[in-house]
């Protein structure tokens, strides 16, 4: 696609149920990443993939977040037993995934998913 | 670890004129890459400018030219002859080689006047 597709672009949950976030990134595109961006803050890093792998999972506040690209393209992330405090504005980003940061590393956003857990 | 950090959360200026954001960040790499972000209410986070630490020289994109301080580490973003369209929150950020996250600040939200 022309840019990175996050869908659905909202999603209201209740508290304890569980919720997929799906990203297709820009086509080509190796890497892909997922951001959180609470109320009043910029985006936090969670996870990272190249290919079909998660590279840097690091971001991931806890078990209940997982995230998958099996066929290393689309991704999907997926949360258990959402809680409150995970309300936010879930981002993905792709890029060439050409690793050092030169201008292929450009990371290109979509406009995200706002989850709210009521 | 590195910090990235924007101390104007909000800034209003009216349409034509001139106007910084500020950001400093904090590292111990010698090299690294500066970004400044654009997130209008649509949510989509859209790629303003970037800097090569390594690169002495300011970077420049049209009507968006940074002022980088290495030793300072400062990273300011200056807005010529602002649009109603730059309204936006600002989000300076930073990124290391091989390391691919990328550490955003807390943003600035700018209001350009009519």
Redesign the interface.
Known sequence: GAGVSQTPSNKVTEKGKYVELRCDPISGHT?L?W?RQSL??????LI?FQGTGA??DS?LPNDRFFAVRPEGSVSTLKIQRTERGDSA?Y?C?SSEGT???GAK????????T?LSVL | AQTVTQSQPEMSVQEAETVTLSCTYDTSESNYYLFWYKQPPSRQMILVIRQEAYKQQNATENRFSVNFQKAAKSFSLKISDSQLGDTAMYFCAFMKPGDDKIIFGKGTRLHILP
Not at chain 1, 40 to 45: A, D, K, T, Y
């Open positions: 890497a990443y951001y009043g803050q910029g985006p936090e890093f990272y590279a840097d971001g504005v981002l980003a690793s050092g940061g590393n450009i990371q290109y956003f979509g406009a995200g706002r």
